[in-house]
């Protein structure tokens, strides 16, 4: 069985591919140095020469916050176009099984709490990221589509906030853990003794180390084929006040942080709905403390790819 990770390099796609390797199944690598998903001939002419049995999209031009907020044209054009091009290209290459990553900025800035898969389209969005959303839903929809026309057993699944090894640790695109990460670690590095962060703390988020992740995915491709996406997550969440002071304290850092409360905040509380994925057998592994401390092992050890 042939699967094909599109997305490869990134953090979700590199975990889910590596933890395909190590299961020794016979994994395709598909990124933007291979084939630019933008390119509908170009993503067609791979499908169709490669034949995967499997196709998983994890694909995605993402970013944080400032760059959601001022990119709006690139978030929502590239990954529509990147998601239906693979989507057709697999479905001529009778790709049977595949499985779209959604996010969860795909529910209502203002749904209940913990958020079920049945909120989505129940009310407005966040603004800021509002154009990436978009695209995942767009996304989740041409799934549910295919497997209404042409009888296809593809699957959508929705991770909340991700973090690991390889994130992006940029201070103007990454997200918010890996963004802090690199603020108190280069902080502490130069002796630095102030750390400025962008809002009020208030908000509310629920991070999933990105290996947690690849294993859900093994699981629900053995164990899932309906039409509802599934939140993946942890199932529990914390402000960003407490993860920058746990990040600050894992690194060493001593020093003052201070909060820019002019900088948006986004949605004030996002926590998954979990009880369907942890019904098919899964549960995440990887506490959070564990999870900062490798991560930031990580990115002092790769600090020349990481802080690119």
């Not at 057993?153 to 994130?167: A, F, K, R």
């Not at 001593?254 to 949605?267: C, H």
């Amino acid at each position: 069985m042939r699967i094909l990770v599109a997305g490869n390099t990134g953090l979700a796609g590199r975990a889910i591919y590596e933890r395909l390797r190590s299961s020794n199944c016979n994994v395709i690598g598909l990124n933007s140095k291979v084939v630019d998903l933008l390119d509908q001939k170009a993503t067609l002419d791979f499908l169709m020469d490669n034949r995967p049995d499997i196709v998983i999209d994890a694909a995605a031009y993402v970013g944080g916050i400032a760059a959601n907020d001022s990119q709006p044209v690139s978030f929502l054009s590239r990954n529509v176009l990147m998601q239906t091009h693979l989507m057709n290209a697999s479905h001529a290459a009778n790709v049977n099984r595949l499985l779209f990553l959604g996010s969860s900025c795909i529910y209502p800035r203002n749904c209940p709490q913990p958020i079920k898969e049945e909120y989505l389209l129940s009310g407005y969005l966040e603004r800021s990221n509002s154009a990436y959303a978009i695209a995942k839903i767009a996304g989740v929809e041409l799934v549910k589509a295919y497997r209404k026309q042409y009888k296809r057993e593809w699957i959508s699944i929705m991770p909340c906030n991700l973090y690991g090894p390889h994130d992006n640790f940029n201070l103007e695109t990454g997200h918010v853990l890996p963004a802090l990460v690199n603020k108190f670690v280069s902080a502490v590095d130069r002796g630095v003794n102030k750390v400025e962060i962008w809002g009020s703390g208030n908000p509310r988020r629920e991070f999933l180390h990105v290996s947690d992740l690849a294993e859900a995915v093994v699981i629900v491709l053995e164990k899932y084929n309906e039409d509802s996406h599934l939140n993946i997550g942890f199932g529990s969440d914390i402000s960003i006040r407490e993860l920058a002071e746990k990040i600050a304290t894992i690194s060493n850092f001593r020093g003052e942080i201070s909060w820019n409360s002019n900088k948006p905040d986004g949605v004030e509380r996002k926590v998954l709905d979990v009880s369907r994925i942890t019904s098919l057998g899964w549960k995440p592994k990887v506490a959070l403390d564990e999870g900062i401390s490798s991560t930031i092992d990580w990115f002092r050890g790769n600090s020349r790819e990481a802080r690119l």
